[in-house]
């Protein structure tokens, strides 16, 4: 994720943007330590900078962040490759703006797990939009301008730092199950 952090901190630097990435306590899921370790960073952020925030996770931090997208201080979550097990809970993505992106190529994460809980979130979701990256595996190698440039605008969009980009408020407009099926 460093690439994406690089690029968030470089386009938002001139309007104010804090970026941070979370380092977790232990490796892997844990029985959903690294929600708890997101939840208590954006207590501290929430504390420091009283702004609104835009999570963004890959694979199990996706998980992580759609998880953790009920704190007060979040406005949308990028779930990028994300990991979504059968049965995950939708209701705290209630009000919130949400971006899944899944390579269709991706042998790790299955893709057909963000698009179930993209079509459970639907009803929940302020907005929900799911893109096909054609071609793209789970590590994101493949089409990587394509992954940064999509995240960048979506943070930025969706935080009011620039108007939202028009292929995303596109992807955002589409009936429900297109909107779940956007291929890049």
């Known amino acids: 994720m460093l690439p994406f952090l690089a ?8 309007s104010g943007l804090a ?8 490796i892997g899921y844990n ?27 890959h694979s199990m931090g996706a998980r992580a962040a759609l998880r953790a997208a009920g704190h007060d201080a979040v406005r949308s979550v990028a779930g990028l490759a994300a990991w979504c097990p059968p049965n995950e809970p939708v209701a705290q993505l209630e009000g919130r703006t949400v971006m899944l992106v899944h390579g269709s190529r991706d ?3 299955d893709p057909a797990g963000s698009l179930h809980l993209g079509r459970r979130a639907r009803g929940t979701a302020a907005r929900i939009a799911r893109v096909e990256v054609a071609g793209a ?3 994101m190698l493949e089409r ?13 969009g969706t935080l009011g730092l620039e108007p939202l980009d028009e292929r995303i408020a596109a992807a955002f407009a ?10 890049l």
């Open 107 to 109: 042998r790790v994460t």
């Open 31 to 57: 029985d959903g330590d690294p929600v708890r370790d997101l939840e208590w960073a954006l207590n501290e952020l929430s504390g420091r900078f009283g702004a609104p925030v835009c999570l963004v996770g």
């Open 174 to 183: 589409l009936p429900p199950e297109r909107a779940l099926r956007v291929p």
């Open 19 to 26: 970026v941070a990435q979370l380092r977790y306590r232990v």
């Open 7 to 14: 690029d968030l901190a470089r386009a938002g630097r001139r």
């Open 144 to 156: 990587l301008p394509l992954w940064q440039s999509l995240t960048r605008r979506f943070v930025l």
């Open 137 to 139: 595996g789970h590590a």
